[in-house]
């Protein structure tokens, strides 16, 4: 079984300060992104609404590049980040441990907590 690879907040911090380029994947739902967001700019994939989505994968992402799945907690952004890998071949993933909440706790407490 393919798994995404763990990041914790503040890695994923320094990633992006260095410049990597990273897709960031947010797989909250629309009133989640309202209450607490990132300032990075994100690829919005709810999952309540795939259907809205899925036949566009491939070109909402880019299979060369790492991409970083978060969401609230990091339970559905590891699921997600499994299906990415298993179902349709992506091979450069990493889960963001603890989701938002971690890293509005070790990175950027402006972000709200819910």
Do not use: K
């Not at 990415?84 to 450069?92: C, D, I, N, V, W």
């Not at 890293?103 to 819910?114: A, G, K, N, Q």
């Amino acid at each position: 079984m393919a798994t995404p690879l763990p990041l914790r907040a503040r890695d994923l911090r320094a990633r992006l300060d260095a410049g990597e380029p990273l897709q960031l994947v947010d797989v909250r739902e629309p009133m989640e992104l309202e209450l607490a967001a990132l300032q990075e700019p994100v690829i919005h994939l709810p999952l309540g609404s795939s259907e809205a989505w899925l036949d566009r994968l491939e070109a909402l992402l880019d299979r060369d590049r790492d991409v970083v799945v978060l969401c609230h907690a990091g339970i559905r952004s590891w699921q997600f980040a499994c299906w990415l890998m298993e179902a349709q071949g992506f091979t450069r993933v990493w889960n963001l441990q603890g989701g938002i909440e971690a890293w509005s706790v070790e990175v950027d407490p402006s972000v709200p907590r819910y």
